[in-house]
Structure formats: C-alpha cells, structure tokens
C-alpha cells in the first residue's frame, strides 16, 4: 500500500513563497507517476503539476512559470517549489502518487493534504 505524506504547508503573504513535500511509503512501480493536486474551499479538486514516469512534467495554465515540481531520484519523494504566490492559490494541497492498474485503468494514492493559505 502506498501512503503519500505531504508538509510545508502555512501561511504566507501574497508574492511570497512555500516549498511543498511529499514522501511516499510503501512500493511504488516505476510506471507510476506523481503529482500534485490542490482543492480551494468549495471548489473541486484540481490537478497542480504531474510529473510522469519518463520525466515529462505538466503545469496548469494558473501555476506555469511560478510553481516548480520536482522528484527524487528515487522517486518516492515529490516537492513543489511555490514562488510568487497569489490569494488564488489558497488551496489544501494534495500529493498523488499515480499508477497503472491493468491496461487502462489508474489507481491514485492520496495524501491527506497540506494547507496553504496566502493572505494580502
């Protein structure tokens, strides 16, 4: 069983910065990619950043150019580094560890999330 853990969350004024991490225990396959997800209060939950097994990494449009995702080598560690933070981005964020489950199929492991939240 894989259990993503995530820290470094807090509180910080807007145009500040946070660095998130994320250890997860147990296996994790080498087909498995990670990632981050974030849910604002009321909102749905909505993906950050993914890195993928072969190293191909994705942003959304929101966080492109601000937000740096990276992993350790071995692959059981995921960070997300948070520079010029916005009161938008106030958000419990979540670390995934993704992982293919026969053919077609994902089976995503969750963290419990990390509060983030960015004042004026």
């Known amino acids: 069983q894989v259990r993503p853990v995530e820290s470094g969350g807090g509180s910080v004024q807007a145009g500040g910065s946070l660095k998130l991490s994320c250890v997860a225990s147990?296996?994790?396959?080498?087909?498995?990619?990670m990632a981050w997800y974030r849910r604002v209060s009321g909102k749905d939950r909505e993906l950050v950043s993914r890195?993928?097994?072969?190293?191909?990494?994705i942003y959304d449009d929101s966080v492109k150019g601000r937000f740096t995702i990276s992993q350790d080598n071995a692959k059981n560690t995921l960070y997300l580094q948070m520079n010029n933070l916005k009161i938008e981005d106030t958000a419990v964020y979540y670390c995934?560890?993704?992982?293919?489950?026969?053919?077609?199929?994902?089976?995503?492991?969750w963290g419990q999330g990390t509060q983030v939240t960015v004042s004026s």
């Open positions: 147990g296996y994790i396959s080498g087909r498995c990619g």
């Open positions: 890195i993928y097994d072969d190293g191909t990494i």
């Open positions: 995934a560890v993704e992982c293919p489950s026969g053919d077609s199929d994902l089976h995503t492991y």
